[in-house]
């Protein structure tokens, strides 16, 4: 899982509640990236960021904020606005324009009841 | 846009058999392809990529792809599958640039004794 860490490993809320996933990386990677990952559905991009204090959103962002303060930090907010937020979380960086080669951190799974 | 196409949501082969993990995209201009594997509860880990060159790509495992332009296709394959292959494969298309990558739904793969 190279040099990301993704934490907690499991996490559990109740719904209502806005949750945040912790993602850090040690790899001196500019852009860094969120996916969800739900059963036949492969992977779907939430939100990613070039560089530090500026990110995009992706194909699913409704109901999830996101900032990037440092280089090494991107923290994902599962707001109580996203209609149906239990999936499995990853994170991922790469280098500044080599979106071609991320390495992913081992995820998160919420669960939402 | 781009898009990529697993066709096959599990693949069933026995162990010492030749395995193939089919894959096919939609991408402007060269696309750069990729593909992922993923154990349980993990996140994915880079097999191999195809960005210019020999059509005939080798990466980690003892995995390889062949990449056909004339039927947009990127298949993996490995000459004789083990059961430590077993997880969820990811095939990726990738535009190039600041663009986003685009992966597939994913393919179980499981080698039988």
């Known amino acids: 899982d190279g040099g990301i860490t993704q934490s907690p490993k499991y996490l559990f809320r109740k719904e209502g509640q806005n949750v945040t996933l912790s993602c850090e990386q040690n790899?001196?990677?500019?852009?860094m990236y969120w996916y969800r990952q739900d059963p036949g559905q492969g992977l779907r991009l939430i939100y990613y960021s070039q560089i530090v204090n500026d990110f995009q959103k992706g194909d699913i962002a409704e109901g999830y904020s996101v900032s990037r303060e440092k280089k090494e930090s991107f923290p994902l907010t599962v707001t109580s606005a996203q209609k149906n937020p239990t999936a499995f979380y990853l994170c991922?960086?790469?280098?500044?324009?080599?979106?071609?080669?991320?390495?992913f951190g081992p995820g998160t799974r919420l669960t939402v009841t | 846009a781009q898009s990529v196409a697993q066709p096959e949501d599990q693949v069933n082969v026995a162990e010492g058999n030749p395995l193939t993990v089919k894959c096919t995209y939609s991408?402007?201009?060269?696309?750069?392809l990729f593909w992922y594997v993923q154990y349980p509860n993990r996140g994915l880990q880079f097999l191999l990529k195809?960005?210019?060159?020999?059509?005939l790509v080798k990466g980690s495992y003892g995995f390889e792809a062949e990449f056909n332009k004339s039927q947009t296709s990127f298949h993996l394959k490995k000459p004789s599958a083990l059961v430590s292959d077993s997880a969820l494969y990811f095939c990726?298309?990738?535009?190039?640039?600041?663009?986003?990558?685009?992966f597939g739904t994913g393919t179980k793969l499981q080698v039988i004794p």
């Open positions: 991408v402007s201009g060269n696309p750069y």
């Open positions: 991922a960086s790469s280098k500044a324009g080599s979106a071609y080669e991320q390495y």
């Open positions: 790899l001196n990677h500019d852009a």
């Open positions: 990726a298309v990738y535009p190039g640039g600041y663009q986003k990558v685009t």
């Open positions: 195809y960005i210019t060159g020999d059509n």
